[in-house]
C-alpha cells in the first residue's frame, strides 16, 4: 500500500513557469514532510520541507503549500529554469516510527528553453 | 548537512558473485539507512543499521541476501550476495540528521549504480 501518492509522474513546463507536483497521504500521524531533488546519476538531495503547523513554507523559487484538512501538500516551483529539470520525490514520516520515511513515487520535471 | 560517500559509485557484475558497499559519512550519526532504487522508480528501504545493534529489514528483504555492518558511527557496509539480473539497481545510504527545530531527516549519499549481468 502506497503511503504517500505523487503526481503527476511527469511534467514539462516552459521556461519562467510554474511547476505544481502533488501529493497526498492518508495517515495523519504523519508530522513531517520533505522534498527531494534528484539529478541523474546523483543521489536525492534535501530541497524544501514542512511541518503540518504551517499552511506554507517558502524558500526561494520553492513553495510548499500544507493543506492538512485535505491531507495533500504540493510543491511549487516559480520561475522555473532548466537547471531545475530533475526527479522530485515527496516523503511523510512520522515520531515513533525510527525516522522512516515514506517516499512518493517521483516526479520527472523537464524544464524546456 | 552530513557529507556521505560511497564506494564504488557503480560497478558491473556476474550473477553469482557478491559486492559490498560503504557508506562513509563525515560525522558521528546514530541512525543509517540502506535504500534501494530500481530505474525510474522510487526509494524502497532495505534496512535500518543503527550502531551497536543489528540491522532492521523491511518486508521483502533478508538479511542472508543483504547483510549490513555497522561497526562505528561513522561507517557502514551493504553486501549484495549471491546477485541475479534482478539486483541491477541504484543502493543509496542514507543517515538521519537533525535540522531547525529539533527535526529528524534524512540526507542522501551518492549511491552505487549495480548492473549485473
Known amino acids: 500500500q502506497q503511503q504517500v501518492k505523487q503526481s503527476p509522474q511527469s511534467l514539462i513546463v516552459q521556461k519562467g513557469g510554474i511547476s505544481i507536483i502533488n501529493c497526498a497521504y492518508e495517515n495523519t500521524a504523519f508530522d513531517y514532510f520533505p522534498w527531494y531533488q534528484q539529478f541523474p546519476g546523483k543521489g536525492p538531495a534535501l530541497l524544501i520541507a514542512?511541518?503540518?503547523?504551517?499552511s506554507e513554507k517558502k524558500e526561494g523559487r520553492f513553495t510548499i503549500s500544507f493543506n492538512k484538512s485535505a491531507k495533500q501538500f504540493s510543491l511549487h516551483i516559480m520561475d522555473s529554469q532548466p537547471g531545475d529539470s530533475a526527479t522530485y520525490f515527496c516523503a511523510a514520516s512520522m515520531k515513533g516510527t525510527g525516522n522512516q520515511f515514506y517516499f512518493g513515487t517521483g516526479t520527472s520535471l523537464t524544464v524546456i528553453p | 548537512s552530513a557529507v556521505i560517500s560511497q564506494k564504488p559509485s557503480r560497478d558491473i557484475c556476474q550473477r553469482g558473485t557478491s559486492l559490498t558497499i560503504q557508506c562513509q559519512v563525515d560525522?558521528?550519526?546514530?541512525?543509517m539507512f540502506w535504500y534501494r532504487q530500481q530505474p525510474g522508480q522510487s526509494l524502497t528501504l532495505i534496512a535500518t543499521a543503527n550502531q551497536g545493534s543489528e540491522a532492521t529489514y523491511e518486508s521483502g528483504f533478508v538479511i542472508d541476501k543483504f547483510p549490513i555492518s555497522r561497526p562505528n558511527l561513522t561507517f557502514s557496509t551493504l553486501t549484495v550476495s549471491n546477485m541475479s539480473p534482478e539486483d541491477s539497481s541504484i543502493y543509496l545510504c542514507?543517515?538521519?540528521?537533525?535540522?531547525?527545530?529539533?527535526?529528524?531527516?534524512?540526507?542522501f549519499g551518492p549511491g552505487t549504480r549495480l548492473l549485473v549481468l
Open positions: 542514507s543517515v538521519g540528521g537533525r535540522v531547525a527545530g529539533n527535526q529528524e531527516t534524512q540526507y
Open positions: 560525522s558521528q550519526v546514530t541512525m
Open positions: 514542512i511541518r503540518p503547523d504551517v
